[in-house]
């Protein structure tokens, strides 16, 4: 089976978000994807990988990149991306803008350096829920926006809490990921191999 995605044109993470997609439809085969810059080429690539696909890259033009992700049976892409363990994706929950009990101050220290270290991982979390204050980090002016941008960009899914947004009257300014329900956020958790408390 081939299948061809064209994301010329679109923004991370939207052509990580439309090869996850479609190589999910796809048993075994090859996804050529179009895209327009060497980031998203590189987004791409680290997609792949992470689903135990082989991957290859051609320059058509001068803004024209060729992504293609060959799916095999041994591919095993669920395995690949729960760490090769079987047991289900891992989920990371954000339930405040800061992290730990004592210091504020310091507790914003340490959420920021906990989420660029996600950033460094070889095995990345499958989502992100952010509930209550942890909200917060999703908008406008965060200190952990480029680094979600990242996590985003590399095929990690980011929820925000639609309830939490409105209680802090922040519904309009969620800069990364998307807006969900508590009905998600327990299924999400439910259906974890690991759950990683911030």
Known sequence: MELTVDALGDKCPVPVVKAKKALATMDEGTLEVL??????????T?????????????????????????????????????GGAGIGPRVVVVPSNVMGH??????????????????????????????NGGVKLTCEGSPVLEDLDKLACAGVEIFSCGTCLKHYGIEDKLAVGEVTNMYVIVEKQLQAGVVVRA
């Open 35 to 44: 895209v327009d810059n060497e980031t998203s080429v590189k987004n791409l």
């Open 46 to 82: 680290s997609f792949a990988k992470s689903q135990n696909c082989d991957v290859s890259s051609e320059q058509l033009a001068e803004e024209e990149f060729a992504v293609r992700i060959v799916k095999t049976a041994a591919s095993a892409p669920d395995a690949a991306a729960e």
């Open 102 to 131: 004592g210091d504020d101050e310091l507790g914003e220290v340490l959420v920021k350096a906990f989420v660029f270290a996600l950033t460094q991982q070889d095995d990345l979390p499958d989502c992100i829920l952010f509930y």
